[in-house]
């Protein structure tokens, strides 16, 4: 009977430790921020941010703002998740009460930029719009 007890036990553990541990190691990836500069190529913004939000021409510049989610590193992710993972096997799932609103709410940074390039397509003024 306390074979059946203890394996009840420790697939209610593994079925409850999910939610935590997966939302940590599935947050959002940190973005190279520092190409938000003068003098950065717009194939770089490109290559690390995909495509701009809004794009537009003005007063001959061209002007684009990059909206996204700035996360967190692997590293970061992987030791969240691992923490996650043993409080849970510790507390048997109960940890999982606090655990997944916690992950929920540090879900990563909303940031956006506004970026005016010269005629080479080369930022020449940035602007943080949030931050």
Same mark, same amino acid.
């Given at each position: 009977?306390?074979?059946?007890?203890?394996?009840?036990?420790?697939?209610?553990?593994?079925?409850?430790?999910?939610?935590?541990?997966?939302?940590?190691?599935?947050?959002?990836?940190?973005?190279?921020?520092?190409?938000? %500069?003068?003098?950065?190529?717009?194939?770089?913004?490109?290559?690390?941010? +995909? *495509?701009?939000? /809004?794009?537009? $021409?003005?007063?001959?510049?061209?002007?684009?703002?990059?909206?996204?989610?700035?996360?967190?590193?692997?590293?970061?992710?992987?030791? %969240?998740?691992?923490?996650?993972?043993?409080?849970?096997?510790?507390?048997? +799932? *109960?940890?999982? /009460?606090?655990? $997944?609103?916690?992950?929920?709410?540090?879900?990563?940074?909303?940031?956006?930029?506004?970026?005016?390039?010269?005629?080479?397509?080369?930022?020449?003024?940035?602007?943080?719009?949030?931050?």
């Amino acid at each position: 009977m306390k074979i059946i007890t203890f394996a009840v036990l420790m697939m209610g553990c593994v079925f409850l430790s999910s939610c935590s541990v997966y939302m940590a190691a599935k947050q959002p990836d940190a973005k190279n921020i520092e190409l938000f %500069r003068v003098g950065t190529p717009r194939g770089m913004l490109l290559a690390e941010f +995909g *495509l701009p939000t /809004v794009a537009e $021409t003005r007063d001959g510049h061209k002007y684009e703002i990059y909206k996204f989610v700035n996360g967190y590193s692997a590293g970061a992710k992987a030791g %969240r998740a691992v923490f996650h993972g043993a409080a849970d096997v510790v507390t048997l +799932g *109960l940890w999982e /009460v606090v655990g $997944t609103p916690t992950e929920g709410v540090f879900s990563g940074d909303e940031m956006a930029y506004r970026v005016r390039y010269d005629k080479n397509d080369i930022i020449d003024e940035v602007a943080v719009l949030k931050q």
